[in-house]
């Protein structure tokens, strides 16, 4: 997406349709800036971006995931999508929320992180396989639910689900990180093997 324009116009409150006000309303109450990042593509459909808004506060406010493990999960989404804007937006919540700078590099790079915690390992195993297999083996789908238990387990599926939505939503809009800041992701292409 460097040097690619956004496909989408960006949209100003003046110009925000009946529709499209309250969603932008409820945004700035929940999540954060209604008109930025995947938020400027999804209010194009403002009853469809209502839906996600409500499972974006579950995902926030109610999710039953460790904030750190939750957070973990999307950059993992996010790397495998070069989501450039949802790895700038989460980076920081991951931080905050504990997850170790290190780990945070390697999966950056492309890399499978080297000192991930036991319960990082078996969401990471989790996810990467549930994205790059679209399923999960017996093996990583016990260690998970061991863990997790059912809960948490379906919260974690359901979050990779919404998150890859949106990742598909910035790719598909060619939406990066604010102007001036980097690209914080290089392609696959240019990190060591997957």
């Known amino acids: 997406m460097a040097g690619m324009a956004p ?3 960006r949209l100003t409150p003046e110009g925000l349709t009946e529709a499209q006000k309250p969603v932008v309303a409820r945004l700035a109450k929940s999540v954060r800036d209604g008109l930025g990042g995947p938020f400027d593509v999804m209010l194009r ?4 971006a209502n839906g996600m808004v409500e499972l974006f506060e579950y995902y926030r406010y109610r999710c039953k995931l460790t ?10 989404l996010a790397r495998e999508w070069t989501a ?12 905050k929320a504990g997850l170790a ?9 492309g890399n499978r992180p080297a000192s991930m915690q ?38 974690l599926v359901t979050l990779l689900g919404e998150y890859m939505k ?18 914080p992701l290089p392609p696959f292409a240019q990190t060591s093997a997957r």
């Not at 450039?84 to 931080?95: D, I, L, T, Y």
């Open 84 to 95: 450039q804007f949802e790895w700038f937006a989460h980076r920081p919540a991951a931080q």
């Open 118 to 155: 036991p319960d990082e390992t078996i969401v990471y195993d989790f996810a990467v396989a549930l994205i790059r297999e679209h399923e999960v083996g017996d093996a990583i789908f016990a260690k998970a639910r061991d863990l997790l238990g059912d809960e948490q387990l379906v919260d």
């Open 67 to 76: 904030p750190r493990l939750r957070e973990f999960a999307i950059l993992i």
């Open 45 to 48: 459909s403002p009853d469809m």
């Open 166 to 183: 949106v990742a598909l939503i910035l790719n598909t809009g060619r939406i990066g990180v604010p102007e001036g800041n980097d690209q």
């Open 7 to 9: 496909r989408f116009s």
């Open 101 to 109: 700078d290190a780990v945070i590099e390697d999966l950056r790079l």
